[in-house]
């Protein structure tokens, strides 16, 4: 994730990309279409079966699946989603910075916190599309080319309501054989979150033609509002 295009970010540590990034931007066009077309990860599923309504007014999700660039920009276009931030989460150093969370040695992971309203959109539905759209979850410690336990898939419930929501969820996927391979994902209790460094924060939204963006996180949008356009909004939120 090497933002040539924002101020003055420190060095960052995809560095094994950067070299297959400068061939990408020297193919043709359609090859590249093909490529991005190929990494598409989305996957038609069904609704939670269990997700009953909440009578919160808002609420606060916290979800893992690989760089967060991504899943930031899936759930900022999710109807009744207020605020989305790119962080970390599960680790156990304080106020990690991304070079500290790269080692690969503070037990974070690479989350967004998704502020909403539940009675626009329920946990559930926010679940649907983080495993339909968001990430693959079925990629341990990896997702798509990034590899690593920072990269994990990974649930922080904020409630008890939230876990049994989850836990129903995959149990649900699971037995129906909706995915290939097991379900991987990792649910555990909501711990601090850290907001990321302001250049990752909409960063597909500033950086649309970004090599990895275009590869990577492009066609989780257009998945995402072919295969879920009841819940899709073609206005983002930002941060």
């Known amino acids: 994730m090497n933002c040539t295009d924002c101020p003055a970010p420190p060095i960052l540590h995809r560095g094994r990309l950067l070299f297959m990034f400068a061939i990408a931007a020297l193919v043709a066009a359609a090859a590249l279409a093909v490529t991005a077309h190929a990494a598409e990860p989305a996957i038609a599923i069904p609704a939670a079966a269990y997700d009953?309504?909440?009578?919160?007014?808002?609420?606060t999700a916290i979800l893992a699946g690989g760089c967060f660039w991504g899943v930031q920009a899936v759930f900022e276009h999710?109807?009744?989603?207020?605020?989305?931030?790119?962080?970390y989460s599960g680790g156990s150093l304080v106020n990690p910075s991304y070079e500290d969370v790269t080692t690969e040695r503070t037990g974070h992971a690479e989350s967004v916190q998704i502020t909403y309203d539940p009675r626009q959109v329920s946990y559930g539905q926010l679940l649907r599309v983080?495993?339909?759209?968001?990430?693959?979850?079925?990629?341990?410690?990896?997702?798509?080319?990034?590899?690593?336990?920072?990269?994990?898939?990974?649930?922080?419930?904020?409630?008890?309501?939230?876990?049994?929501?989850?836990?129903?969820?995959?149990?649900?996927?699971?037995?129906?054989?909706?995915f290939s391979q097991p379900i991987v994902t990792r649910i555990d209790p909501a711990s601090a979150f850290y907001p990321a460094e302001e250049y990752h924060q909409d960063f597909l939204i500033k950086n649309p033609n970004y090599p990895y963006i275009v590869i990577n996180d492009l066609p989780k949008l257009a998945s995402f509002k072919r295969l879920l356009p009841e819940l899709y909004s073609d206005n983002p939120v930002r941060v």
């Open 78 to 87: 999710v109807k009744g989603v207020t605020h989305v931030v790119a962080g």
């Open 52 to 59: 009953p309504p909440s009578t919160k007014t808002t609420d």
């Open 130 to 178: 983080y495993f339909s759209v968001a990430h693959n979850p079925t990629e341990l410690n990896r997702q798509g080319p990034d590899s690593g336990p920072s990269y994990r898939s990974n649930i922080f419930y904020t409630s008890k309501a939230q876990q049994d929501v989850a836990s129903a969820y995959i149990a649900q996927l699971t037995k129906a054989k909706v």
